[in-house]
């Protein structure tokens, strides 16, 4: 139960680099500003499609009880 808890805690901070990464990505290619390099919609497409399987993946581990969030103050 422990180490579910840890890959799961790990995977969400993979994602959130992840999509970090892609940010800057597209940020790069923004500057670069080459018509015949990638695309940036690409970049941004990806960080998107992960931002949203992140959230998915916070409720479910959530509403299984493999991470819980922090109290709210009283």
């Known amino acids: 139960a422990e180490k579910s808890k840890l890959a799961i805690k790990l995977l969400?901070?993979?994602l959130l680099l992840f999509i970090v990464f892609n940010l800057f990505r597209a940020l790069f290619i923004m500057i670069k500003n080459?018509?015949?390099g990638?695309?940036?919609s690409t970049?941004?497409?990806k960080r998107v499609m992960f931002s949203a399987f992140l959230l998915l993946?916070?409720?479910l581990a959530m509403s299984f009880g493999l991470i819980?969030?922090?109290p709210?103050?009283?």
């Open 12 to 14: 969400i901070i993979g």
């Open 34 to 36: 080459d018509p015949n």
């Open 38 to 40: 990638p695309k940036m």
């Open 43 to 45: 970049f941004l497409g």
């Open 57 to 59: 993946l916070i409720i």
């Open 68 to 70: 819980t969030p922090n």
């Open 72 to 74: 709210r103050p009283s």
